[in-house]
């Protein structure tokens, strides 16, 4: 493990990027791998990292089509929590948190986890049961989650209107204190680095186009638009594009890609000290270190590759953001962006073998995968390097559609994503 360093995160976070140059832009591909990622955001990256830092698999290359983080690692609003209804979901999603509190002393770079709390608000008398159902679950699970009054959830978040004579009154709320935030092209370049560090190739501008395949059937490598390139074990971790990367092998996955969108307003001093998520009006908000009022929506009603949204939807979010919080309805808006997410019926991702031998996917993270990135990485890095399942992704199958076995968080949600 790399030391922490105080000094390399004072400068990582006053000072960019300085004193590490990225190597990778000038490396072109070797001809033959032991493993090939397809996908350089944060969960593609983190697998290289844990393949040669856990499995001694270190002759792997990350192929690009664009700039690393440059998907939805880099437009997500980062909102990290681990309070999911189901036990398979609940193991998956805090085997990521306990991987965040770590990260930045891993790395020996600062991704500014922040466990600042995610408080999850209830307007309604359902909302009110399946959220309390949540906390429950998530306390017999051993993941924190507590009960708050609208006046304790006032006291947590001051900003926060809780009068009565709203559309969407505050009936109270569900507080997660791990939970939190991270700073996102952090968590990309810091397992770039770190891997890049053990031996792994990072390749950008290197779309995968086809896959080749032996006389048997198995993986032998890919075509790319750098070339061919050799290898038996190939992972496809191209978040809100998987259904077109499998299809070059002639795979069908249920999966539906949407655009999902955020915005974030002009920055101001510290005022919102944690995370405010709603589900039945459709808004989360959260500062981040810079200032900025982060929020951001569901996701819109069709589907698309477009990675923009359609601006009724901001609307509607912004509607919602002022009632609940007044004193932001002058505000001005600074930019916004979209993002394009792969959702499963059953709104869980798919970590699992392909019926093709030495084909991986990692997929279907929908609107929520940020958060689970080090934990998605660890266990499809030891998928790839085993060629079988972790015991925490062993029911994130494929065969699970076909079979029944659904993780459904899609039916349970206290919040849409
Ligand atoms: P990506 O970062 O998208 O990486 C996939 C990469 O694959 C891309 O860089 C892409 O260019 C590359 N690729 C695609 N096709 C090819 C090809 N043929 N060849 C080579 N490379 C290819 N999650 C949370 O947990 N919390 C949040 O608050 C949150 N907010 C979100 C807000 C928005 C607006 C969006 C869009 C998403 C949000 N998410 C959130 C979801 C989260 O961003 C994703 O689930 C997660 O970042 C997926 O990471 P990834 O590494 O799998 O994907
Ligand atoms: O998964 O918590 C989440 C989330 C919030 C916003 C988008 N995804």
Known sequence: MQKFSA?????????????WQPQWRRASPKPAYDAIIIGGGGHGLGTA????????????????????????????????????????????????????????????????????????????????????????ANRGNGVDNEWLSPEDAKAFCPPLNIESNIRYPVMGAALQRRGGTARHDAVAWGYARAADALGVDIIENCEVTGFKRDA???????????????????????????????????????????????????????????????????????????????????????????QRGALHVNSHTLEAICELFPAFRRMRMLRNWGGIVDVTPDRSPIIAKTTIPGLYVNCGWGTGGFKATPGSANVFAWTIARDEPHPINAPFTIERFRDGFLIDEAAAAAVAH
């Open 7 to 19: 000094w390399s995160l004072l400068k990582q976070s006053f000072g960019g990027h300085q004193g």
């Open 49 to 136: 990292y844990y393949l040669a830092a856990e499995h001694g698999i270190a002759n792997v290359a990350v192929l690009e089509k664009g700039w690393i983080g440059g998907g939805n690692t880099g437009r997500n609003t980062t909102i990290i929590r681990s309070n999911y209804l189901f036990d398979e979901s609940a193991r998956l999603y805090d085997h990521a948190l306990k991987l965040w509190e770590h990260l930045s002393q891993v790395l020996n770079y600062n991704v500014m986890y922040s466990p600042r709390g995610v408080m999850m608000l209830a307007h309604t008398v359902h909302d009110v049961q399946v959220i309390k159902r949540h906390v429950h």
């Open 216 to 306: 048997n059937g198995a993986i032998e490598g890919v075509e790319t638009s750098r070339g061919p390139i050799a290898s038996r074990r190939v992972g496809v971790v191209a978040a809100g594009h998987t259904s077109v990367v499998l299809g070059y092998a002639g795979i069908k996955l249920p999966l539906e890609s949407f655009p999902l969108q955020a915005l974030v307003s002009e920055p101001i001093k510290p005022v919102v000290p944690c995370v405010v998520m709603s589900n039945s009006v459709h808004a989360y908000i959260s500062q981040s270190d810079k200032g900025e009022l982060v929020i951001g929506a569901g996701t819109d009603a069709y589907t698309s590759y477009t």
